[in-house]
């Protein structure tokens, strides 16, 4: 997992569509390449689709999309490939809605989805994931948090969580599960420069 | 379209959690792999918060480093761990853009719900109902197993409730009460009044926050009401017309022989960038069904089909003449 912070730049050439692809390789491909595309999706989706969980469900559709796609080729480059693959479904979506004003999705240069950024410092963005990571611990609900912290932080185990917070170990899990989703839904779906800042 | 995302990725959680469990057995992996097995779906949402939850790993660096905590200029000091253990138990929890509502939904306080203007968010109660608040809207809510209220302190919200007959599900806007008797409804808190439309069921309607209020009204599907003051008007309209009301559900404004003026006020509720309409034209009509966020596409079709100008000023706003 150490090209995470590398942004996956490395494995920008294509591959030979002959070599067989273990599922854990999909898996790996899929993590780097395509869930830090879905503030991008999202944007998109949320700009033109005001329904949230709409969005959600969009988003949903595109990865099962890509990552059946990817099982018989790796798209290379990723990028415009999983953009096309969103703005197709949304145009079908919109059609099927009778939306007018289509063509307000057809620039998809307007949302500067093409550009890349520069690889940036990695000590910076070392520093931006921990930021974003301290972020996203403030925003779960109170006691999600004390529990989340004691597993991560302080290394807890699922009995002893229980023990110091006063509760059962069910709740426990509740908690946890809880802090899974919503971590998922702050690193991955929310924008990516946006102020989250009290 | 398969099962929402969000129960996908719920689902997802709930075994990512029980994986990590001292009694997982080889049947529960067994039930895993089945689950992953299953969608494509499954596996991309499992992947998702597994990859999440690892990343999180990294959280392992707040704990140490006080001396570390200079260098990270980004990550304040004042906000760092010792704080969080401290007042964990009395932060006050505002769930606005991009949070997952129905995971606030849990705990026995008061919680406020805010979307921000263009939002759009659903919160799911542990009772089985739920809320969509539509843009620019606060919610503060009151579920106990003693008592369910919400307060609709500004904006439009449509509420989806899980009957009770023993524990009434009441909402109180701008003073006014609705008591529901098992139902789908609809409450604005607008300058005229407090509308409520009724889509299925029925609901009290109480012109005051006292329950019994000398004003009120029994309001039955397709009934809308508006209450200002004491006074209480009601009408009847086709389910047509109340689901074009609600059409703000699926991010859709929908309008039919709209005067432009009154569709720039609707697009003015989702929206930061203004449209103003010039006097000549504010009476010319306009139908049609257009995504609640973006201006720019009604602004054109407005100008391609009544032969208007599009003016933009400098404070950003969008003049149509």
Redesign the interface.
């Known amino acids: 997992?150490a090209e995470?912070t590398d942004n996956g730049r490395d494995d920008a050439a294509p591959r030979d569509a002959g070599v067989p692809m273990t599922v854990s390789d999909m898996?790996a491909w899929?993590?780097r390449e395509v869930?830090p595309l879905e503030p991008v999706l999202m944007q998109l989706f949320?700009?033109?689709?005001?329904?949230?969980?709409?969005a959600?469900?969009l988003?949903?559709?595109v990865?099962?999309r890509v990552?059946?796609a990817a099982q018989k080729q790796f798209p290379s480059p990723v990028r415009p490939f999983v953009l096309t693959v969103a703005r197709n479904l949304l145009i079908n979506r919109?059609k099927h809605?009778?939306?007018?004003?289509i063509?307000?999705i057809g620039d998809l240069d307007a949302l500067h989805l093409a550009a890349d950024e520069p690889p940036a410092d990695r000590k910076i963005m070392a520093?931006?994931?921990?930021?974003k990571?301290?972020i996203?611990?403030?925003?779960l609900?109170?006691?999600?948090?004390?529990a989340?912290?004691l597993r991560?932080?302080?290394?807890l185990s699922?009995?002893e969580i229980a023990a110091r917070m006063g509760i059962s170990e069910d709740t426990v899990?509740?908690h946890?599960?809880?802090g899974?989703?919503?971590?998922?839904?702050?690193?991955?779906?929310?924008?990516l420069d946006?102020g989250w800042n009290p | 379209m398969s099962a929402s995302a969000r129960d996908v990725r719920a689902a997802a959680a709930i075994w990512h959690d029980r994986l990590e469990r001292d009694d997982w057995t080889a049947q529960n992996q067994a039930e895993l792999d089945s689950w992953l097995e299953q969608s494509l779906a499954h596996r991309v949402a499992f992947l998702r918060v597994d990859a999440a939850w690892n990343r999180a790993d990294r959280l392992g660096a707040l704990g140490r480093a006080p001396d570390n905590a200079s260098d990270e200029q980004t990550v304040s000091p004042k906000r760092g761990l010792l704080l969080y253990l401290k007042f964990a138990a009395a932060a006050v929890l505002i769930a606005s853009l991009g949070s997952a509502g129905a995971w606030y939904a849990l705990a026995p306080r008061d919680r406020i719900f805010a979307t921000p203007i263009g939002g759009h968010e659903t919160i799911s109660f542990a009772d089985g109902s739920s809320v969509e608040l539509n843009t620019d809207t606060v919610l503060r809510a009151r579920m106990t197993t003693e008592q369910r209220i919400v307060w609709l302190e500004k904006g439009e919200a449509f509420f989806h409730v899980k009957h009770d007959r023993l524990h009434p599900f009441i909402v109180i806007a701008n003073n006014k009460r609705i008591t529901d008797l098992g139902t789908q409804f609809s409450v604005r808190d607008e300058p005229q009044g407090v509308r409520v439309a009724v889509l299925q069921g029925k609901v009290w309607f109480d012109a005051s926050e006292k329950q019994n209020a000398t004003q009120s009204a029994l309001l039955g599907a397709g009934d809308v009401a508006v209450a200002r003051g004491d006074a209480i008007s009601v009408t009847r309209e086709p389910a047509q017309v109340l689901e074009t009301g609600l059409s703000w559900r699926r991010g859709l404004l929908v309008f039919k022989h709209t005067a432009l003026a009154d569709a720039a006020a609707e697009f003015n509720r989702y929206n930061r960038l203004k449209l103003v309409i010039a006097d000549q034209a504010a009476k010319r009509t306009i139908g049609g069904t257009f995504p609640a966020g973006d201006v720019e596409a009604f602004a054109r079709v407005a100008k391609n089909a009544l032969g208007l100008e599009i003016e933009r000023r400098a404070n950003g706003t969008l003049v149509l003449r």
Request: with cysteine; aromatic share 6%; net charge neutral.
């Open positions: 997992m995470l898996n899929f993590v869930l949320r700009r033109s689709w005001r329904n949230k969980t709409d959600e469900d988003c949903q559709d990865y099962v990552y059946e919109m809605e009778q939306v007018v004003g063509e307000t520093r931006e994931e921990l930021r990571l301290q996203a611990l403030d925003r609900p109170p006691r999600c948090r004390e989340v912290i991560k932080i302080e290394g699922r009995r899990h509740r946890l599960t809880e899974r989703l919503a971590l998922a839904d702050i690193l991955y779906a929310s924008p946006h």
